[in-house]
């Protein structure tokens, strides 16, 4: 029995060592070093000083760095009440075959994750610039050729945009997730419910939710990262501004770093944007785990 | 005799032995000086063609000196500099940017400063002020290159629009900004730069407003803050109040922060537009976008005058030298002379066709006969143009530190044409990071 353990042991720490050490060169040992980073004032060339907490007490008094907190938050809550709810009741509408031409619906609804972040950012540049598309029907409609759009001169307006392109693009991944998981939901037991006199609605909450908790937590997971790095398609959609009314901390982090030469202080900002990430994937595991008790307590 | 004579022989033949091998090592000591270099750009890019062209021609005049190529796209060319820098192992020649782009190799030694060479050898006799001006708090010379200059305020000008709209082109700002309302009318925008990418506004229209207000000399004060010059000034101040009271008369749309410059350009280019303003560099984009009729009624000048301005006429623009080529500071003497030699070789007036082809249309101090090379009616306006600058005004994110220019003064501008800042809040706010951060203030 013990030497059993061993050589499983043995075998165990065979196969995962190089997993763990590739893990550990790629993942903790570049954040290791942004930690160690953050805590100096390294310009990209020269020999790095140590200033302790400076980096992050000028990253705290910075509006910007504020103003961009806001807007991820702002993509945070998109993607979870938006992308993630969004993605499931058109995984279930499809699942359920409660329209017809599902396949078109399907190849219409996941489209949109395959196309490039550059060519979707180009392309609703142009659709909510002033004088784009969105503008020009505007326009014409009240007869005002000069009309132009002015979702971008406020501050609170700004990141709308912005926010409509991520539904659009991303919901089709949660839809498909949803729907492979669907899949495994027992057709026998969808028609004994039915027999049973269940209707959708008693379906849906008490018999496809329940069984749905881990994906939507491995969903809001992957869509908390997703969303807290997340700056390519704002970058080229609007240059984080006018100002920095659309600014995210992706982008203020590459402005200081490659932009600046603040090599110190775009680690500050990267090592915030990991512990923020961490900190709400903690939250909604506990979430999680909550709601699945409560269901099991509710099963027993 | 015979003896005499074979003695005279072996001592001809001893002296003729000693000067071959003599002459031998001199050639060896001078051949085969072998330079390397890295140039921010790739192989598709036609600055590569123009390089080989007139690397064929100085190898050719200098056989005894060799170039190795090697290409970097813009970013990783910032990039791996920085690393070899780290390292130890720059390149002999390197390729620089006269202002801050490159301030990571210059502003630490990196760089040789050349004022000793230019001097040396009178190469500044030949080229404007601009082209060997300080490009440090303390005024050494790094680079220098194709002697271009990239103005950075230019006014494009449908003609045909004015025309028809009844107008002229402006004298004066006042003029300028008392135009918008009749264009507005007639249903076309007025002026359109698109700032989307937030640099446009400053490089192109406050550079040269600050540097028409200020004088360069003020400019220069300001930077270091000698003689209590600074950014609350008037100049500066000033000429963010023209750019709110351009919002107010609506030449300046509150749009063109959300305009992308390609929006704009086609706004201009599809005749929405009367007036574009941009940089020198638009020329390239313009002569392929316009059709060949309308080049003829496209004119390019520069701001109209501001009244009561240091610079009260119209003859000035902001600009910048063209990137050029500097050397590493670790170079020893032979090098340091061959690098020179490949330096000197761009900015001859005898290279002047290779610029041409490309598109570059060198300016020395006299007449060098470009004009007649030129058959384009945009290049022939675009080089008129450049010739006719009497006073090349700093461009701000040239010469002060990228963080302050892009975090304050750029967001700050669209802001001001949003109505979110007054000229004054700005001024000061920049003033006063300028005070605690900008490395020029802290080189004084």
Redesign the interface.
Known sequence: MGSETRSDRFSYALLTTPALLIYGLVIVVPVVYSLVLSFTDWAGVGIPNFIGFTNYVVMFSDPIFWWGLRNNGLVVLVSLIGQIPLGFFLAYVIHRRLVRHSGFFEAVIFFPALLSPVVVALLFGVVFAPTGLVSQIIGRAIGDPMFSLTVFNSKNTAILPYLIVLVWMYTGIYFIIFLANLQKTSPEMLEAAVLDGANEWNILKSLILPQQIPVFLTSAIYAVAGSLKSFEILWIMTNGGPSYYSNVLGLYMIQNTFSFYKYGFGSAISVVLILLSVFLILILSAIAARFTRRYEQGAH | MNYALSQLARKASSLLFATAISLGATALARADVTLTAIFPYTKVDPDYARLQETYERFHAANPDITIKFDYLDH?AYHNKM?AL??SGNLPDILTLWPGKRT???TG?GYAKDLRELIQRDGVDKMLRPVFTQAQAATGEVYEIGVPYVNFTNVVYVNRKLLDQIGLQYPKTLDGFMGQAKTI?AA?Y?PAVFG????WVLQSCLLSVMVGRLGTPEWFANALTGAEGAGFKDEPFVGALQKIKQMVDAGLI???E????RE?ALS?FVSGRSVYFIGGIWEVVNLTSALPAEMKDFVEIRSLPAIEGAALAGSDSSSGQPATGFGMSSKLDDEKTEAAWKWIKFNLDPSNKDIAVKYGLLPIYTEDVGIADMLTDPLAKKSYAFSSSIAHVLPVLDDRL???GV??VVN??L??L??G?VTPEDLAAKYEAWVAANDSNRKAK
Not at chain 2, 195 to 198: E, I, Y
Not at chain 2, 257 to 260: D, H, I, L, N, R
């Open positions: 970013d920085q820098a780290i301030g990571y190799l630490r507005r249903g925008r700032d989307q990418s937030s749309d509150p749009s922060p959300s305009t992308t929006q706004a530190d990228a963080e892009m975090q967001a700050g669209q802001e044409v949003l979110s």
